[in-house]
């Protein structure tokens, strides 16, 4: 076990205002791998006045050079690449295949895409008799989750930097070690002291004293929505800026037309993958009751091919949380199609694949947000019954439709009220806006719309 010290403050690591500790434990075998610092609100405030005093310089570096400190950070991150994947599997247990091309790999094509954003991007335009600037927001406080540890802090940092913000981040306390080698490659890639500033500490004392602090001009938030809630009831009551990337309950609708074994088998690798925990992920699979059972079977085939390639849950809370849902589902009258709520290993925070079939719209499975690796399996009687059921969450961030016809599940997915669609298993590209419709959050991350979210304009007259 390591023991960390220190807050990465004003380029510097700085020793801690408090003597609290977070220890950070690997949920494979739920032994403590590390401790770091529990930080105060007297942390947090040394770490906003250093990013306020280091906003004047940096906003006034032109973008040529903030995309070469960005292009720098890539680099980084790059050669660390392999040191960052092992520290995501030690502290959250995603499998080392996907921990090197997801969780390491991401960020560095997301920071490589700001660099050459900062570099390209109009930050200053003609309208009319108007010179509309497009100039940085302020202090960013965000406030990551530990589902994609490293992704979340890049898809915030890098925008933030590029736009000419400055920012502290607190990460979430289940995965803080990851966050501090991107602190590390942050001093390294010559990013000015004060220009980002780490804060580890719990969610209730240092990212509510992030939250609430004055210099703070614009909140970023991942994570739950009755969280967000709370995050934007701040942001309202102080006037702040603010973005919340919250839950989904997404859904994977599989048209008459479609190549179902394709879309059965897509569909349960997405819900398995990082073990369910993705707020994208496509919960809810919709098949047209003419084909259901074989859906059910087809999904549930699939599902047990999983059991030993898919890592725990990230703590003994969230595995308790999930098999719960399990549960519960069960006694509103689903079916287990595959898995179930029973631990599949004596040791570890692991949750078998299931497979919930009979599943109807008013259950509590089909409504909330579960965040594990556990599929729930809907019927439909027509296309519009099966609109009628995607639509009918509180969520809105991302959904799946297939069918024969290209334009055909086109047709469908314009018509869902989510802000993400994949047309018959389309790739993730890491420049399209990502962000929800309704309770799934506000303001997009990823490519050009999230660079604008850290930018605010002004408009001088001629």
């Not at 879309?263 to 084909?291: F, K």
């Not at 091919?305 to 890592?311: H, L, S």
């Not at 993400?420 to 799934?440: C, T």
Request: with cysteine.
């Amino acid at each position: 076990m390591k023991a960390y010290d220190g807050m990465y403050i004003d380029g510097a690591w700085r020793p801690a205002a408090g003597s609290g500790v977070i220890e950070v434990v690997d949920p494979a075998d739920e032994q403590v791998i590390a401790t770091v610092p529990a930080g105060t609100a007297e942390d947090v405030d040394a770490a906003v006045r250093a990013a306020r005093a280091a906003l004047p310089a940096w906003a006034a570096t032109p973008p040529a050079e903030r995309a070469a400190r960005l292009a720098a950070l890539r680099d980084q991150l790059h050669a660390r690449r392999d040191e960052i994947a092992a520290t995501v599997t030690a502290e959250l247990g995603a499998p080392e295949k996907l921990a090197q091309t997801v969780h390491a790999g991401l960020p560095v094509a997301v920071a490589g895409s700001y660099a050459e954003l900062a570099a390209t991007y109009s930050f200053e335009e003609r309208i009319g008799n108007s010179t509309v600037f497009h100039e940085p927001v302020g202090v960013v406080g965000a406030i990551t989750p530990w589902n994609y540890p490293l992704h979340q802090i890049v898809a915030k940092a890098a925008p933030a930097l590029a736009a000419g913000c400055t920012l502290v981040v607190k990460p979430a306390e289940n995965t803080p070690l990851v966050a501090r080698i991107f602190a590390e490659c942050v001093h390294e890639s010559g990013i000015p002291a004060g220009v980002f500033n780490l804060v580890t500490g719990l969610g209730p004392v240092a990212g509510q004293a992030l939250a609430e602090h004055p210099g703070v001009d614009l909140l970023s938030f991942t994570g739950s929505t009755a969280v967000g809630r709370r995050i934007g009831a701040i942001a309202t009551g102080m006037v702040k800026r603010v973005a919340l990337e919250l839950g989904g309950k997404s859904a994977n609708v599989v048209l008459p037309s479609a190549d179902l074994a394709r879309a059965v088998n897509v569909g349960v690798a997405n819900v398995m993958s990082n073990s369910g925990q993705t707020c994208s992920a496509w919960t809810r699979m919709l098949v047209h009751r003419d084909r259901y059972e074989e859906a059910v079977e087809l999904a549930a085939s699939a599902a047990a091919k999983y059991g030993d390639r898919i890592g725990p849950l990230v703590s003994a809370r969230q595995r308790d949380r999930v098999r719960g849902y399990i549960e519960k589902g069960v006694a509103e009258g689903a079916r287990l199609a595959a898995g179930g709520p029973e631990a599949p290993r004596p040791q570890g925070w692991y949750v078998s694949p299931t497979v919930l079939a009979d599943v109807t719209p008013d259950m509590t499975v089909a409504q909330e947000e579960i965040f594990g690796p556990v599929l729930c399996v809907l019927r439909y009687e027509d296309e519009e019954d099966a609109l009628r059921i995607a639509n009918g969450t509180v969520y809105g961030l991302a959904g799946a439709v297939w069918a024969g016809d290209e334009a055909e599940a086109v047709a469908f997915a314009r018509r869902m009220d989510t802000g993400q669609v994949d047309i018959n298993g389309g790739r993730f590209n890491p420049l399209a806006p990502f962000g929800g419709y309704k309770q799934s959050g506000v303001g997009r991350e990823l490519g050009p719309h999230g660079l604008t979210e850290y930018l605010q304009t002004k408009s001088l007259q001629f």
